[in-house]
């Protein structure tokens, strides 16, 4: 029988992806686990793999469409399956079930209305209202997701209006609140242009064909990506940026001694920050937390991933090193060097850059002398890496030369001082110049 292949969730909160290329044509053989097609999300390309053996009877995507989670993207004659496809019902019940709390939740909700214009026209007659809308045990019917979403992005659920069957909330709903507003709030228009969540609307574009040849390409999804988390931090995030620098001469001595000794294990400055940031992270907890503004709350995390920026000719991928702060430097240095190199390739997962608690951007590779990184929500702190260069400085008694490094580091005002946020910045530093801080 035809067995329908679908998008599935490859991570939470995607709920879409762009076809990047296909791997079969209809008529193929394929084996199980053979990929079928790549999938660009906003988190990485994906692989889709066969679910079993047998042939491609028909596609219904191409290079380049965009395909939504759950939907059908080829159907396969199964190798050792025949007969018709299954009935409805027996689809139906192959459907994982809500929770006994949200199906009571669905009961006493009211339907949504069927006319997206009358919900953009009440918007726009009601008044404001940020009261919280929680009453009795009621549970709002969303999935944990969902709800989690909204939490991160300080929203009460309850008032959001669900636009799926029953009135269930979806992450589009949540972010569709957000948006409606954050225009009501900046006295901005209802937004139907498509533009990208987090940011302000903007204002129409001039013409520019007018003063010469112009020529438009469309944004990748990981420029669109990083256009909404950038825009979302810059707007909500009270930044403050600290910078500082540290003598790395004698580190930078050990780096290329331990290079030329090892050369199998390539031992880069960003590596040797990962472990001093990740040692900092536990003696400065607060930098290793996320503000709950819904509930109040401080969420401290017991564990230390580490975010690296890797630039690549599809734009910033940020894989994460995981508990980096029990690693050491040689270990590192490994999985740095391998992350780096599936970055490059497009070939992280999602799983891969899920879950940073601190993030680095080390730009020292390409120049420059300062710059002010955003810090990338939900963390609270992110350094920033410049390039090294020697300057005279005062020992004491004469201006000796030292290679210098720049560090700025930027954190969210709510959650971190400034005298902290320089204690922070002031031990890191230290500990490039005293590695045996990092023993201490």
């Excluded at 469409?65 to 027996?90: F, K, N, R, Y």
């Amino acid at each position: 029988m035809a067995l329908e292949i679908v998008v599935p969730q490859v991570s939470d909160g995607v709920t879409f992806g762009t076809v990047t290329s296909l791997a079969v044509v209809v008529g193929d053989e394929v084996t199980e686990d053979q990929t079928l097609l790549e999938l660009e999300t906003d988190k990485a390309v994906v692989a889709i793999p066969s679910p079993q053996a047998g042939k491609i009877s028909e596609i219904r995507v191409a290079e380049g469409d965009q395909a939504e989670v759950g939907s059908v993207i080829m159907l396969l004659e199964a190798a050792d399956m025949a007969g018709e496809t299954l009935p409805d019902a027996d689809r139906e019940n192959d459907e994982p079930q809500q929770d006994v709390d949200e199906e009571s939740a669905v009961a006493q909700r009211p339907e949504p209305s069927s006319s997206t214009d009358e919900e953009e026209q009440s918007v726009e007659q009601n008044p404001l209202d940020l009261t919280t809308r929680r009453s009795a045990d009621l549970v709002a019917p969303a999935a944990p997701s969902v709800r989690r979403i909204a939490r991160e992005l300080g929203v009460d659920i309850y008032q959001i209006q669900g636009s799926g069957p029953g009135g269930r909330i979806s992450e589009k709903d949540v972010r569709s609140f957000v948006r409606s507003t954050m225009e009501q709030l900046s006295g901005g228009a209802a937004n139907n242009s498509g533009e990208f969540r987090g940011l302000h609307a903007q204002r129409p574009l001039p013409d520019f064909g007018q003063w010469g040849d112009i020529e438009r390409k469309p944004l990748s999804r990981v420029r669109q990506v990083t256009a909404d988390a950038m825009g979302y931090a810059w707007s909500t995030i009270p930044m403050v940026t600290q910078y500082d620098s540290a003598a790395v001469d004698g580190l930078e001595r050990f780096r290329q001694d331990f290079n030329r000794q090892s050369p199998e294990v390539k031992l880069t400055m960003t590596a040797i920050l990962l472990k001093v940031c990740a040692v900092a992270l536990r003696e400065f907890p607060q930098f290793n937390t996320s503000l709950d503004l819904a509930c109040q709350e401080l969420i401290y995390k017991k564990f230390v991933h580490v975010g690296v920026a890797v630039d690549t000719d599809k734009g910033l991928l940020v894989p994460v090193v995981r508990d980096a702060d029990r690693k050491g430097i040689h270990q590192l240095a490994a999985d740095l060097n391998a992350l780096a190199e599936k970055a490059r390739a497009r070939k992280l997962s999602p799983d891969e850059m899920d879950g940073g608690t601190f993030t680095i951007s080390n730009l020292g590779g390409i120049g420059g002398s300062a710059f002010t990184p955003i810090v990338y929500a939900p963390q609270v702190a992110i350094l920033g890496v410049s390039r090294s260069e020697t300057r005279p400085v005062w020992n004491g008694q004469e201006f000796v030369p030292q290679q210098m490094m720049p560090l700025s580091l930027s954190y969210d005002h709510r959650v971190i001082d400034g005298a902290d946020g320089a204690r922070f910045l002031r031990w890191i530093c230290e500990a490039l110049e005293q590695p045996l801080k990092l023993v201490l």
